[in-house]
């Protein structure tokens, strides 16, 4: 009874968090750190914490359990428990994560993109990976590895050969990002509209990008008589940790250090 009575007054919190693209590894400690301090520390009075995608740098299926992802589903569940639903969206790095995952997390997988009501205010929010037409070898490759029958395959080969193919592929997209333009590997605007006009919403929460901005667009036709719409970037946590936060007075998309260890 206690626990439902902390739970509706949480989910009553006066603000919603929004991170992502933490790309948590264990080579780097120091944001796993800031993320768990973070998690301790700032997700109280919270209405929820949605995790828009690439929390992990590498996900190769749920069976691969370690220190890092038992420490983070721990961390993401205490929160859920003290109130504060998590939300889970995949990113182009960690969009293995099943429902076995997630539930350990205590943390409900939204499908991309999600539309939800963001005090009194409808929001779209997606990784942005989809949105990044240009970028047509890329799309091959996510039309493929998103196939649910390539993806039970990939999944029923052994840890090790989906380590080996998961790094082939990582230094493949390397090599081949260093060759693409800057504009390609960013959202297609024209794409962003059409999502927006699809789901009627005016505002859009993304990351991926790694450029975390505020960009107002103003739009040709009108969605909800209104001829303006937002696109807000969440940043990556390479070098700092990035965090947006939504309140009934409007959001505020900040910084600060990571912890060092
Ligand atoms: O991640 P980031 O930002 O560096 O680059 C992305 C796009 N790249 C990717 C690939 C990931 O980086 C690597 C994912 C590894 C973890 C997942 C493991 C589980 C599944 C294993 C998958 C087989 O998403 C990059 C975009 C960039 O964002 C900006 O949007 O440009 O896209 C690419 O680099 C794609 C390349 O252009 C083409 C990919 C070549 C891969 C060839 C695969 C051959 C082997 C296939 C085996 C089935
Ligand atoms: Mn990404």
Redesign the pocket.
């Known amino acids: 009874m206690a626990a439902q009575k902390k739970q509706q007054e949480q989910a009553d919190g006066s603000r919603t968090l929004f991170i992502s693209d933490l790309h948590l590894d264990s080579k780097t400690p120091s944001v796993t750190a800031t993320l768990l301090d973070f998690l301790k520390r700032k997700t109280d009075d919270c209405r929820g914490l949605y995790i828009l995608g690439d929390l992990f740098e590498?996900?190769?299926g749920d069976d691969d359990t370690s220190e890092l992802s038992d420490k983070v589903a721990a961390a993401l569940s205490e929160v859920a428990d003290s109130g504060t639903p998590v939300y889970l969206m995949h990113g182009?790095?960690d969009f293995?994560i099943g429902e076995d995952y997630a539930r350990r997390c205590g943390a409900e997988l939204l499908p991309d993109p999600t539309v939800i009501d963001c005090h009194g205010q409808r929001v779209a929010l997606s990784h942005g990976?989809s949105l990044?037409t240009r970028?047509h070898?890329?799309m091959e490759?996510r039309a493929q590895?998103r196939d649910p029958q390539w993806q039970q395959h990939?999944l029923s080969k052994s840890l090790m050969e989906?380590y080996m193919?998961?790094q082939?592929?990582?230094e493949?997209?390397?090599e081949?990002?260093s060759y693409?333009a800057s504009d390609i590997?960013d959202v297609t605007p024209a794409e962003v509209v059409k999502l927006l006009e699809s789901v009627k919403v005016n505002t859009l929460i993304h990351g991926?990008t790694h450029r975390p901005a505020v960009h107002t667009i103003t739009l040709e036709k009108p969605i909800n008589r209104s001829r303006s719409a937002t696109r807000i970037v969440l940043g990556d946590w390479h070098q700092r940790g990035w965090v947006l936060e939504f309140t009934d007075d409007g959001y505020d998309l900040r910084n600060f250090p990571l912890i060092e260890v």
């Open positions: 590498a996900w190769v182009n790095r293995l990976d990044c970028d070898a890329y490759f590895v990939f989906r193919i998961a082939q592929v990582r493949q997209s390397q081949s990002n693409k590997m991926h």
